[in-house]
């Protein structure tokens, strides 16, 4: 499945033209794929263990990505847009203990750095741990002024504690979550909107406000002001290829700053990279254009920006767009995106030619015999500003946050009752965070469609289409299945 021989067929792949899929799949192997997600960890590594967009890690990472494909001999250009980054708070416990501990900014805090001792308002720690903790100004009688305040959800809402806080002279506030069910055991991250502080105001879990609440507990809090910054998205070009007839693939090249995002998105990432890379030597019929985003992470940044800055006319020039967010989960399902909208779920179907191009996905798994289940068009990843601007898309998911249920588990083996990626926007999402088989198999569903689009769009467009990319003689027994399906 896509594994590859080494050796002299190794030799081949660098050498020869791929341009039917039985050599492109050959070619296109786990261990490339691999390869590409072991240097995206070495820079997270490398960089505070993030490569989330407005730091290090992803400038390195863009760097990666425009050195493997310009050596390639792809025209490349850096797509600036306009980023705000927003880095994460520090929580650090000073006294009785040193510990740092993960924190969540709160919309409308106020900004700074702060080191001083703890002081715990009126929270309750033995279950069912029910609590005002806060939400009144007497809870803050004789509440010692430069202290930070630490206050337990529950009952008000974060705005009234931090402000009430704020007016008894805190100098910062923890908001710590209450511990009263499974949900509100873990870090929160909320907001004090329409309300603002100007202290700083940060989250944590129930267990780290526990740790906090000691006595003798001092902290240190910061919290960093927004900075304005340039970032860039990686936009590669064949060519050769109609330029009025351009095939997009695009996979978001960014992580959260919580973690390395090896899975998220380093998956789809270096699943494209290594597509293109070995297509290098071939002259598509179609423009063949491949995006890394920035800022997917926060909220579709990149790729929003970069189809707002295209003319009428060069939106009309993409026959489709290919999307692949997260294509290795450890607990995966193999979804497409359901452009037909067959499923009936959440939005309606893709633009015109969307139902295609899943069909195009279908057909692969399917001479595989390998099951695939569709997903909704939920707006989460980069197809969204294609979607939203006429131009068909699809592409392919393994899951994220949601829970495999028994009936998948049952189809697709894993474990029932799990995240399809348990370590989704966490550290954890490492080189190790990865299903070798869910990875083997969607990389070469992505040069298959890849190399199919690339010769011909005609199903998804009609007479945009150029050419009628057929199997040659030596693919006519290939398991890969029909070109022209």
């Known amino acids: ?3 590859g021989p080494l050796g002299a067929d190794a030799v081949s792949c660098n050498t020869r033209v791929n341009n039917t899929h039985a050599k492109l799949l050959v070619c296109v192997t786990l261990a490339g794929v691999r390869s590409h997600q072991a240097t995206l960890q070495a820079i997270a590594d490398a960089n505070g263990g993030v490569r989330a967009a407005g730091t290090p890690g992803y400038e390195q990472s863009v760097q990666y990505i425009v050195g493997k494909m310009t050596a390639a001999g792809y025209d490349v250009t850096l797509n600036a847009f306009p980023f705000t980054y927003v880095a994460l708070p520090l929580l650090r416990q000073t006294a009785p203990l040193a510990a740092t501990y993960e924190s969540g900014t709160f919309t409308g805090t ?76 873990p870090l929160i991250i909320g907001t004090l909107a329409p309300s603002t502080a100007t202290i700083p105001v940060v989250g944590a ?132 995106y359901d452009g037909d909208d067959s499923d009936g779920v959440g939005a309606g179907p893709g633009p015109g030619g969307s139902a295609q191009i899943e069909k195009v996905f ?42 495999k249920t028994a009936d998948e588990a049952a189809v697709w083996g894993g474990t029932a009752g799990q995240q399809y990626d348990p370590c989704y926007h966490l550290r954890c999402d490492t080189y190790a965070n990865n299903n ?15 190399l199919q689009f690339a010769m011909n769009t005609e199903i998804v467009n009609g007479q945009r289409g150029k050419g009628n990319f057929k199997m040659p003689p030596d693919e006519e027994d290939d398991h890969h299945g029909n070109a022209t399906r």
């Not at 809402?157 to 509100?184: C, E, M, W, Y």
């Not at 491949?290 to 926060?298: I, L, N, V, Y």
């Not at 798994?365 to 006429?390: E, H, L, M, Q």
């Open 205 to 336: 879990s129930f267990a780290d406000g526990t740790a906090l609440a000691q006595p003798g507990s001092a902290a240190q809090v910061r919290v960093e002001a927004p900075q304005l910054v340039t970032q860039y998205n990686v936009i590669a070009e064949s060519r050769a290829g109609d330029p009025n007839n351009v095939v997009m693939a695009g996979a978001h090249l960014d992580s959260v700053l919580r973690g390395p995002g090896i899975n998220d998105n380093g998956s789809g990432s270096a699943a494209i990279l290594e597509t293109a890379l070995q297509m290098a030597k071939v002259k598509p019929r179609n423009k063949l254009r491949f995006a890394w985003w920035g800022a997917e992470e926060s909220g579709l940044v990149g790729s929003t920006a970069y189809v707002a800055g295209l003319s009428a006319e060069e939106k009309a020039r993409i026959a489709l767009y290919l999307n692949f967010d997260m294509v290795g989960s450890p607990n995966h399902v193999f979804f497409i």
């Open 436 to 450: 070798d088989l869910a990875l083997d198999v969607n990389s070469d569903a992505i040069a298959y469609a890849v």
């Open 362 to 403: 279908e057909g692969f798994y399917a001479a595989r015999g390998v099951p695939f289940k569709g997903t909704d068009f939920s707006g989460r990843s980069d197809y969204g500003p294609f979607i939203a601007n006429g131009i068909p898309a699809g592409g392919l998911f393994t899951g994220a946050e949601g829970v």
């Open 110 to 185: 106020g900004y700074g750095e702060v080191a001083a001792a703890v002081t715990a308002v009126d929270i309750d720690l033995a279950p069912p741990r029910a609590n005002t903790s806060g939400c009144e100004a007497a809870d803050f009688a004789g509440f010692p002024a430069g202290n930070i305040a630490l206050v337990q959800r529950g009952t008000c809402s974060f705005a009234v504690k931090a402000l009430n806080a704020q007016a008894a002279g805190a100098a910062a506030v923890i908001i710590f979550n209450q511990g009263n069910t499974p949900d509100r055991e």
């Open 1 to 3: 499945m896509g594994l």
